[in-house]
């Protein structure tokens, strides 16, 4: 691919020729194979491509860069996606030590409660603190040996 302008010949009896010739397309991107053909055939076609080696040069370096850069970019994005796969692997070998939910049972409670309902009838709430359950079963049994 090339930087080319393309221009159209002027005729000058049964021959085309460069002195005169008008600009059909400006700079633009051509294959280098097309330019070459029309070169060689201009004086039959009538056609002349005008390549601009020096701006092909910059654009095909600038091109270069990019894909540099990208390939640069995407190098780098691997090995992070590496790093994280070996983060996560090494997390997960790791060993999570259990806590034990299981609630501890206060048995002087238990009994407190226990108590409560022989007397009551019936359980206390739920929620009831020891120093509560006591107070009232202090109470009933005072009620009781009057």
């Given at each position: 691919m090339v930087i080319a302008e393309l221009y159209k010949l002027a005729k000058y009896g049964n021959k085309f020729t460069k002195e005169q010739k008008i600009l059909v397309r400006e700079k633009s991107l051509v294959p280098r194979g097309q330019v070459a053909r029309i070169n060689n055939e201009w004086e039959a076609c009538g056609?002349?491509?005008?390549?601009?080696?020096?701006?092909?040069?910059?654009?095909?370096?600038?091109?270069?860069?990019?894909v540099k850069a990208i390939k640069v970019a995407q190098e780098d994005s691997d090995a992070l996606g590496k790093v994280m796969a070996d983060t996560l692997k090494s997390v997960k070998?790791?060993?999570?030590?259990?806590?034990?939910?299981?609630?501890?049972?206060?048995?002087?409670?238990?009994?407190?409660?226990?108590?409560y309902e022989e007397l009551f009838g019936e359980r206390p709430?739920?929620?009831?603190?020891?120093?509560?359950?006591?107070?009232?079963?202090?109470?009933?049994?005072?009620?009781?040996?009057?």
């Open positions: 056609k002349w491509y005008e390549v601009y080696e020096k701006e092909t040069e910059k654009v095909f370096e600038e091109g270069e860069a990019k070998k790791k060993k999570v030590k259990k806590i034990d939910t299981t609630p501890e049972i206060n048995e002087e409670l238990e009994a407190a409660k226990d108590r709430h739920h929620m009831a603190q020891l120093k509560g359950i006591n107070k009232k079963i202090a109470e009933k049994e005072a009620e009781l040996s009057n």
